[in-house]
């Protein structure tokens, strides 16, 4: 079994650069989950004002179907934190790998790593939903801005792209 892995090693992406996608998928997914929890606690908010302006306990079904909304809300957002804690939890998990794997790492540059992975996924969908020439431009500039970040954080040799850098890394572990 580790042979096969030493085999896919060989392979033109290397595990450093799929563990620096997962990172900032991981990133992009927690900020939808945290974006999706500010709305539902928005919700929540105006919905206790509606609340706040009858009687409440004047027995009503639309008060009934307030309530009722206003609960499964307030359950959402719950599951929300959950989820979002599990996604840090999994996103840091998966930078102390990468670290425990680059013997010239940096913990200095934790917070780089962290935050231009996710530049570069964030591009990546805005060049995906608009496929525009300047949103790619965009992409391919940070996405050489994030193989600096790599190369001062994990001493990987930078060329000035990142399939270079790919290329370059070999059987480096």
């Known amino acids: ?47 206790y004002k509606v609340l706040g302006i009858v009687e409440v306990s004047d027995p009503d079904p639309q008060l009934d179907e307030l309530r009722e909304k206003i609960s499964k809300l307030e359950d959402k957002v719950e599951k929300l934190k959950k989820m979002i804690s599990l996604k840090r939890e999994s996103r840091i998990k998966k930078m102390r790998f990468i670290a425990k794997n680059s013997p010239d790492y940096d913990e200095e540059m934790w917070c780089d790593v962290k935050h231009w992975s996710e530049v570069v ?17 965009v992409l391919v500039f940070d996405y050489n801005i994030l193989a600096g970040v790599l190369e001062v954080t994990y001493g990987y040799r930078y060329t000035g792209c990142m399939r270079c850098l790919g290329e370059s890394l070999g059987d480096k572990k």
């Open 1 to 47: 079994m580790h042979e096969d892995h030493n085999e896919n090693q060989s392979t033109n992406r290397h595990w450093l650069l799929d563990s620096i996608h997962a990172v900032g998928s991981n990133r992009c997914s927690e900020q939808h989950n945290k974006e999706r929890m500010i709305f539902a606690m928005k919700e929540i908010e105006d919905l």
């Open 121 to 137: 996924e964030e591009d990546f969908e805005v060049w995906q939903s608009t496929n525009d020439d300047d949103a790619l431009d």
